[in-house]
């Protein structure tokens, strides 16, 4: 169904929230706006993307349903070449109904490769905030690339002053590493609805519809399309595949797991094709960019092998034992065979955890809820990488709180050679304000170069010849509207892989 641009057009002003106000004060009914949570775009490939909304006048309703009522919800959405809607290119209805708390998820396609595009949703005469999102440039263009990647945003560690910055770097893409949302009822400078540990399918719709009618969220949104996966705090602090963590309520995890997925499905600008079965969702996938860089996005989560064998009623395999895994068989399998098919110049795998070693004492103490606690699937995904010729490898990494870099080595006792890059950003917020003195960096890890304790994100450049990596920083959350600046600067060259000064 087309829609007459003139009632439209008064959504249409674009960015970053401006237009759910500009909305506002034009006399609508505001306490049945139904766009509280903004919009967002996901999933960008040569020809279309996802676009996502959730209609919740009341996000933080109790109940899960963000003030919906029962019946279905027609959600006409539009697509324009322009930020004026001057030329609509594409248009729809999706139906949002209560069983996935009236979010949609459309799938656009057959748009032109490597373009901006704008769009906006429309219920009874409401209109939404407009969003920009962005093709993947066509197989055999390697157009320049700004991404930026992030994680880690507890709510009520601090604002989201981070996000905001990252809106305004105008990126092409956004990438976020987990730690989307926490679980934890705790309050510091924010406090968290519902003021518990949440454990129910209402529970995480009502904490999803909290951090996302974040203003500043929502702008970072509304800039660029978003590739997610999530960590653990989506479900629960350091669960491993179907395994909670001791110290948190005892219940069904597999119940618990899938409304956590539901709720995460529901919220993220992923295809319905990703929809949860259960405690079941599959979210590591292939995104390509052109023929500069292929994303391989991992879910080190879902497959872990039971870590959790303190209880004693388990033996605790040891990090190096073969059958040891974060990843599972079949997601190492699938990411070799990808890297092996050399789609594009830069392989760059968006995933949880620290990949590089990185001891924590002299005796060789090392965190296990990372590849450090499985070294034999990292073995054979690193040496699996290097026999198969990927020599411009680079490793995305967020879930630790700071700002990290490493070279990643073929041998790390050794430190023979570099055979890939790691960068690891730090949170949104997660542990507040920073500590800018500290610096972990050791002799003990001497591929490890750079570390610093400060919010932010990364902001990377990307050509077919380098990479140029800005580790951005906030000096405090606990203050709204702090700047950003660039607290250090790398470039990875294609081909040549490790950190070197810019
Ligand atoms: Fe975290
Ligand atoms: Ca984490």
Not at 333 to 355: E, K, P, S
Not at 403 to 412: K, L
Not at 475 to 492: A, C, F, G
């Amino acid at each position: 169904m087309s829609l007459r641009r003139r009632t439209f057009l008064l959504g249409g002003v674009v960015g970053t929230g401006a237009g759910l106000v500009a909305f506002r004060s034009a006399g609508a009914a505001a306490a049945a706006y139904p766009f509280m949570l903004g919009v967002a775009s996901g999933e960008p490939s040569a020809d279309g993307f996802v676009l996502w909304t959730r209609l919740a006048p009341s996000p933080l309703a109790l109940d899960g349903f963000g003030g919906m009522p029962d019946n279905p919800v027609g959600v006409e959405w539009q697509v324009a070449s322009d930020q004026f809607f001057g030329t609509v290119v594409a248009s729809g209805t999706a139906t949002a109904v209560r069983a996935s708390a009236h979010s949609v998820h459309v799938t656009v396609a057959n748009l032109q490769p490597g373009r901006e595009y704008w769009y906006r949703f429309r219920v009874d005469g409401q209109i939404s905030p407009v969003g920009r999102a962005r093709t993947a440039p066509a197989v055999g263009t390697s157009p320049a690339l700004t991404m930026l990647f992030a994680s880690c945003a507890h709510f009520g560690n601090g604002y989201y002053t981070a996000y905001r910055r990252m809106a305004e770097d105008h990126p092409d893409l956004i990438l976020h590493l987990g730690d989307y949302i926490y679980e934890s009822g705790a309050a510091d400078v924010r406090a968290h609805t519902p003021a518990k540990e949440i454990t129910t399918l209402a529970d995480y719709r009502v904490r999803h519809g909290q951090y996302r009618a974040d203003v500043d969220l929502q702008a970072a949104h509304h800039a660029a399309p978003w590739v997610v996966v999530w960590d653990d705090h989506e479900v629960e602090n350091n669960y491993a595949g179907m395994v909670r963590e001791n110290d948190t309520p005892a219940g069904d995890f597999a119940t618990r797991r899938a409304a956590a997925y539901q709720a995460y499905y529901e919220h993220m600008p992923l295809r319905s094709a990703q929809a949860p079965n259960g405690p079941d969702l599959q979210l590591y996938r292939r995104l390509r960019w052109g023929s500069l860089a292929t994303f391989h996005m991992l879910d080190t989560r879902q497959y872990r092998m039971d870590q959790a064998c303190g209880d004693g009623t388990k033996v605790c395999p040891e990090a190096d034992d073969p059958a040891r895994t974060i990843t599972g068989a079949t997601q190492e399998g699938w990411l070799l065979d990808g890297m092996g098919q050399h789609l594009a110049t830069w392989d760059l795998i968006g995933q949880q955890v620290f990949f590089a070693q990185r001891l924590s004492s002299s005796d060789g103490a090392k965190s296990m809820d990372s590849w450090d606690g499985y070294t034999a699937n990292r073995t054979r995904i690193q040496n699996g990488w290097q026999s198969r010729g990927n020599t411009s490898t680079v490793v995305l990494t967020g879930d630790v709180h700071q700002h990290w870099a490493a070279n990643i080595m073929n041998n790390y006792a050794g430190q023979d050679r570099v055979i890939g890059t790691e960068l690891v950003t730090t949170s949104i917020t997660s542990g507040g304000d920073g500590n800018a003195a500290s610096d972990g960096t050791s002799s003990l890890n001497p591929h490890v170069k750079f570390n610093k304790n400060l919010r932010g994100y990364v902001r990377t450049v990307t050509t077919p010849t380098q990479m140029s990596v800005d580790f951005r920083v906030v000096d405090k959350v606990s203050v709204r509207d702090y700047p950003v600046r660039t607290e250090k600067s790398y470039v990875i060259q294609a081909g040549n892989p490790g950190l070197q000064n810019p």
